[in-house]
């Protein structure tokens, strides 16, 4: 049988700075270079089409950059053990190369068969970081070094003319396995939502370092801004069509150490800062970080109203009567993007003000999150609904927001029509709108728009005296000294 190597792609959908392709053309040995939609992670409530559409449009650009090289990306409909089997079963395989995946409780599952096979199978499976994240730390004592180092390393080289790949042959019995056709609602493009692909990831890398960096400091808190200030990388470096190290590399041999640079540069690091923080913590999943909320909240979740459903409803459809924040939400639904500061008012709207579950707004709002990196995803969650008992309690207003991120309410008007017609401080608040006012404003009868679904100043009030009184509950207060002893670096 042939002796080759694989490299198991996964989010890591590039050729620049690809350390498992990097050291895989050093064998003297051909490759095979894949993708597979594995079905039983197709199924998991994080993921939506618009995730496999970035994917796909990936996968494309992928593979037209390896036919110019003279190498060909195989794509796969197989889950991948039973993948692995089925090469093991037409080749003799040399190693199995890959990055590392931080990812989701479902593919951790599916590493762990994917270990075991292999070393069933005497087949060496190296992996690499895909961040500057150590796999299997237990907390973060020493990881300040160790992305020192990992962010100043050399960007990893690949000479993909030094190797040959595999050709199948039409009758070969891994041709069974191949992708021959995809859902049809992966191939459908929107022009609402970034493009996939190693090549668009490059020229929004340089249009931003070029032409946006300077405006980033004081558009990144601004939802209409940031659309186009902001650097609009997050889904870029969530699939791996840019590597962090090249970012961050790039970021400061094009840059002067000014205040956009600087900040910019804290939020590459956060990004491998939490995602080490779910790696140490990854249960955080489905519970919560402090373990002493685990009863408050079930005691909640046993008191919700019947109105519970109308309420999720109205927040994830973006029909709250709150103009920002169903902007917000709809701005997501379109798009698959909105700032931070906005993300995080949605979680604080959803967990305090309308007393949503925390895990059904996290996968919700995975779906939407055309990014979605469960490495940041969870801390962030965990972190804005106040599940950790060391964090400070984040209760956004919402109104408050409106007012001070979109004063002209140019944000509000583009996803919120049906108050567009209004002056500026209505537009904030519609249900101040008199009876009196609806006659000067004769649109306001033609154009249905919920009345708000609860007062932001009483909710609010009540958030805060629950969440300080979950705070100071003994079980959270016993939790916290250990977990802040895991935030050492």
Not at 337 to 357: E, G, I, P
Request: proline share 5%; with cysteine; net charge positive.
């Amino acid at each position: 049988m042939q002796t080759i190597n694989l490299v198991w792609l996964k989010r890591d959908l590039r050729l620049l700075d690809h350390k498992p392709l990097s050291e895989a053309c050093s064998s003297e040995h051909p490759l095979c270079i894949f993708y597979t939609f594995e079905p039983t992670l197709l199924t998991d409530p994080h993921i939506s089409n618009r995730h496999q559409v970035f994917i796909v449009q990936s996968l494309s650009c992928l593979s037209t950059q390896l036919k110019q090289l003279g190498h060909q990306l195989y794509v796969f409909w197989c889950d991948m053990p039973d993948l692995l089997m089925a090469f093991q079963q037409s080749f003799f395989i040399n190693s199995l190369f890959s990055h590392e995946e931080i990812g989701l409780d479902s593919t951790y599952q599916r590493d762990k068969r994917v270990k075991q096979l292999c070393a069933e199978l005497n087949i060496p499976w190296i992996e690499y970081p895909q961040v500057a994240v150590r796999r299997g730390q237990n907390g973060r004592k020493g990881w300040k070094k160790f992305a020192d180092r990992y962010l100043k390393d050399p960007i990893a080289p690949v000479h993909l003319n030094k190797v040959a790949s595999i050709q199948l042959s039409e009758d070969h019995p891994l041709q069974a396995l191949r992708c021959r056709a995809l859902p049809k609602a992966w191939l459908k493009t929107n022009e609402n939502v970034q493009k996939g692909g190693e090549l668009a990831a490059l020229d929004r890398l340089y249009e931003f370092l070029n032409s946006k960096l300077a405006s980033y400091s004081k558009s990144i808190s601004k939802p209409m801004l940031s659309i186009t200030n902001a650097s609009r990388l997050s889904a870029y470096l969530a699939y791996g069509n840019l590597s962090i190290r090249y970012v961050v590399q790039q970021l400061k041999s094009m840059s002067e150490a000014d205040r956009s640079t600087r900040a910019f540069y804290s939020r590459l690091r956060w990004h491998c800062h939490f995602i080490q923080k779910f790696e140490s913590n990854s249960l955080t999943e489905f519970k919560p970080l402090n373990s002493g909320y685990v009863e408050l909240l079930n005691t909640q979740k046993m008191n919700q109203s019947a109105s519970y459903a109308q309420r999720y409803q109205a927040w994830s459809k973006g029909e709250t009567g709150y103009p920002m924040v169903d902007a917000c939400m709809r701005a997501l639904l379109t798009t698959g993007y909105l700032n931070f500061r906005m993300r995080a008012m949605l979680v604080s709207v959803a967990c305090h003000h309308l007393q949503l579950d925390w895990k059904e707004v996290a996968e919700h709002l995975a779906r939407c999150f055309l990014d979605f990196d469960p490495g940041i995803h969870y801390p962030q969650i965990q972190m804005q609904v106040g599940l950790t008992g060391y964090n400070t309690l984040r209760i956004y207003n919402p109104l408050q927001q409106s007012l001070d991120q979109d004063p002209d309410a140019a944000f509000i008007r583009r996803y919120v029509p049906e108050v567009a017609h209004l002056p500026i401080p209505l537009i904030h608040h519609p249900w101040l709108l008199t009876e009196m006012e609806k006659h000067f404003y004769p649109d306001s009868h033609q154009v249905s728009y919920p009345q708000r679904m609860f007062n932001h100043e009483e909710t609010g009030s009540e958030a805060r005296q629950r969440l300080w009184a979950w705070k100071k509950h003994p079980k959270v207060q016993a939790n916290v000294p250990n977990l802040l002893k895991n935030q050492v670096e």
